[in-house]
C-alpha cells in the first residue's frame, strides 16, 4: 500500500534482483497519483532495474572477464587483466556505467604513454561497453565517438637465402641448426616448434603434425609458468611438410639426442620432445620459446648480421617464399594455421622483387600474344 510523503508523493517499494551480484535490493519508487506510481514500478520491472542498480565500470569489468575466459585463452585473459589494472581501472572503476563518457576514455587514453598499449586499451574499453550495450546496461558505447589510436606497424624483415647461410654456418649445436631449418622451411610459431614431440614427426609419410604448443602465464608461479597446450587457433592444427633438408638434419639431431639421453640413463622414447632443455633440473623438459628467441639473438651477433631480422622473421620469410612460388593463398593460409587467407596476406606476405619480376615476364608473355606494337 502507498504511503503520502511530506512533499505530497505518493510512496512505495519493490525488490530487484541486482542482475549481476544476484542480490536483492529494496528500491523506493515515487509518484503523484496512483497511476504515475503503477507506471513507473511496471518501467522499474520491465528493465530489471538496471537503470537504479547501474553497476560500476569495475562490477561490470569482473563480468565481462568471465564471459571473455569462455572464449578466449588464459594468456589472453592475464594481458586484459594487465591492462585494466595498469591503465584503465585506476580511473573508470568507480563510474557507473552509464555516467561513461567519451571525454573520460580519452582522459584514459591520454595517460598511457605508449601508441601500441593506448590502443590496446581502447579495444579494452570498447569491448566491455559493447557487451555492456548488448545486455541493456547503457543506452549507446560512448568509445564510438573516440577515434581509435592506431599503430604503424613496424615491417618485418625478411630473411635473404645468404643471412639464412651465415646463420646455419655460424652455429655447430646440431638442436639450433635443426630449429632453424624447422623455422626456414615451415614458417612454424615458436610455440609449435618448442611442443614437438617424435611422434609429431612422421619420417615415412614426410608429414610434421602440429597439434600443441607451448603457453605462458605470466601470472602463474616459475615452475608452472610454461605449460603445453594447443596452437594459437583451431587453424594452427594442421600438417605441414617435411622437406629433405629438415628430414636430414632432424635425422642428425635424433642421434646426437639418443646419446645425450643414454649419457644421463634415459632411453630417447617417441613422446619425449625433439627440441629439449639441457639444463640441470630439467633434462629432457621442452625447451622454452623465449629460449629460441634469446639463442636467436646470440646466433645473430656471432653471425656477423646486422639486418633487423628476428625470429619471427622466419614465419614472414617462408609465407612470401610461398607467395613467390605462386602457392594459392588457401594453401598458404592452411600451412600458416590462419583462420583467413587474407590475413595471411595482409600480415605475413610481403612485396618482393620476385613478385615483380614474375608480374613483368608475365605481361610480357601476354603483350607476346598480341603481336607487334
Not at 585494466?84 to 587514453?109: A, E, G, N, Q
Request: proline share 3%; aromatic share 8%.
Amino acid at each position: 500500500m502507498p504511503t503520502k510523503r511530506a512533499d505530497g508523493r505518493l510512496q512505495t517499494s519493490i525488490r530487484i534482483t541486482n542482475p549481476l551480484t544476484g542480490e536483492r535490493k529494496k528500491i523506493y519508487v515515487y509518484g503523484y497519483t496512483e497511476e504515475e506510481l503503477k507506471r513507473e514500478v511496471a518501467r522499474i520491472k520491465r528493465d530489471n532495474g538496471i537503470e537504479v542498480i547501474a553497476p560500476t565500470f569495475g562490477e561490470w569489468k569482473d563480468e565481462w572477464l568471465k564471459i571473455k575466459s569462455e572464449e578466449v585463452t588464459q594468456a589472453t585473459i592475464n594481458s586484459y587483466k594487465d591492462s585494466l589494472r595498469l591503465h584503465i581501472s585506476p580511473i573508470l572503476d568507480k563510474y557507473k556505467l552509464k555516467d561513461i563518457t567519451s571525454s573520460l576514455i580519452r582522459t584514459v587514453l591520454r595517460n598511457i604513454p605508449t601508441q601500441r598499449t593506448r590502443e590496446y586499451c581502447y579495444i579494452i574499453i570498447n569491448a566491455i561497453l559493447q557487451q555492456a550495450l548488448r545486455e541493456d546496461f547503457i543506452n549507446k558505447n560512448p568509445c564510438i565517438n573516440v577515434k581509435k589510436p592506431k599503430t604503424k606497424t613496424k615491417e618485418t624483415v625478411i630473411i635473404t637465402e645468404g643471412e639464412f647461410r651465415q646463420l646455419v654456418n655460424a652455429t655447430l649445436n646440431l638442436q639450433l641448426k635443426a630449429i632453424l631449418w624447422i623455422a626456414y622451411d615451415t614458417g612454424m610459431r615458436r610455440s609449435e616448434i618448442a611442443a614437438l614431440r617424435w611422434q609429431d614427426i612422421d619420417f615415412k609419410t614426410g608429414i610434421i603434425h602440429v597439434h600443441h604448443a607451448i603457453k605462458t602465464d605470466r601470472h602463474a608461479p616459475l615452475p608452472s609458468r610454461f605449460f603445453i597446450g594447443e596452437p594459437k587457433t583451431d587453424y594452427g592444427i594442421r600438417d605441414i611438410a617435411l622437406t629433405n633438408a629438415v628430414k636430414i638434419v632432424l635425422t642428425k639431431h635424433k642421434e646426437q639426442q639418443k646419446e645425450l639421453f643414454k649419457t644421463n640413463s634415459r632411453i630417447l622414447s617417441a613422446k619425449d620432445f625433439v627440441f629439449t632443455s639441457n639444463f640441470r633440473g630439467r633434462f629432457g623438459d621442452f625447451i622454452q620459446p623465449d629460449s629460441i628467441s634469446h639463442e636467436f639473438v646470440k646466433l645473430k651477433r656471432k653471425a656477423g648480421i646486422k639486418s633487423g631480422i628476428t625470429f619471427k622473421s622466419f614465419r614472414h620469410t617462408c609465407l612470401t617464399s610461398l607467395a613467390e612460388a605462386n602457392i594459392p593463398a588457401k594453401a598458404i593460409q592452411a600451412h600458416a594455421g590462419h583462420a583467413n587467407a587474407s590475413f595471411t596476406l595482409n600480415r605475413y606476405v610481403h612485396r618482393t622483387e620476385k613478385m615483380e619480376q614474375t608480374i613483368g615476364d608475365f605481361l610480357n608473355q601476354r603483350n607476346e600474344q598480341i603481336g607487334k606494337i
